[in-house]
């Protein structure tokens, strides 16, 4: 049986005065905005045993061909996708139990394919690291469980980027049983983890003003990173700031406004709300307030594209319609803005980059749920604009 957990303008106006012009090329690219058109005919099949709600999957190459890796935890398989035949085209069987097995693969977790001799799994349930090979191996553990601190998101994916033989992923302060008024939370904090030994530093990266002296929910403090080999830097998005984060984590970080209209001002959580159950109190405001989602990297044409969501109402909530007005800010290496895709649609699960497009699910509910279409994902793709 499915897994079925329900789930994420700036108009600039130019006033010329007198011999005054903007440049050439600056005026096309505006002129171009919101003109993308969206394609939406791309599919990949899902065998029975798949979720449709599967957040455990990653791009890759191998030998110039574009692949998606998707990770079954109902089988415990890898399966490889071929993008261009849009077939599976290999089934990878990772074992259950014993000394090379993959285990605790449910919420909080993660998955990064490296290559094929380097596919990083995380498991916050079992606060370890594996790294396997497309051969079905795990060849090493990392055991996070000592350390003072947690590791990875509340959220049910935590985010991981890569380099040099080295993860880095957000850290989490271990809260005590009591929080008194007067408590100082710490600053956020990024971990470097070696995956050698084990071994980790922690950066500082502290929320933007924007989270200073609110009660904001916990899953709204979840950051994305990304990591460019181009540039040799990291970007961290937070959900609520308009700026995005470039740093190496050696001097000061550098900052670059991505905003999107859709991205309010927050609204605060009021833990008597008697809307929900106290149970889902964070849950809630983390949906009904705006919000970044996801930031990508394409290492291929080196851009970046950040997803903004708007808020869901309370009732639309409490109906579990996740849909909502969404769009696609598309950066150059630069953090120049090169164009800008609203749609509306649920939350992204799969996306990835293909000969000059980029490709993301529709909204499941609506095309897969509603529709009783449980062996097909349906994506929409817009060519990108690259070279500005």
Known sequence: MRLRLELKSVLIVSIILGACTAPKEDSAIHENKHQTKIEGDYKLPLDSETSLYNRLNSPGTIEDRDLYFLFNQNSNTLQVYDLDSKSISEKIKFPWEGPNSLQGMMYPYGFQYVNSDSLIFYSGMFKTIYLANLEGKVYKE??????????????????????????????LPRYPTKISQDYVHPPNKISKINLSNGDYEEFELDFPEIYKNKVISQQLKMIDIVYSPKADKFVVSFPLSAELYVTDFKSESQTFLAKSDLVKDPIETDKNNLIVEASSINNFYYWINNSYEKIIYDAENDIYIREARAGLTEQEYLNRKFKSKRELIILNSEFQEIDRIPYESAEMYYSFFKKGSFYWNKNIQEFNLEEGVEDTLFFNSVKLKVGY
């Open 142 to 171: 990392i055991s996070l469980a000592n350390h003072p601190i947690g590791f990875g998101s509340v959220l049910p994916e935590s985010p991981i980027a890569y380099k040099d033989g080295h993860v880095y992923m957000q850290s």
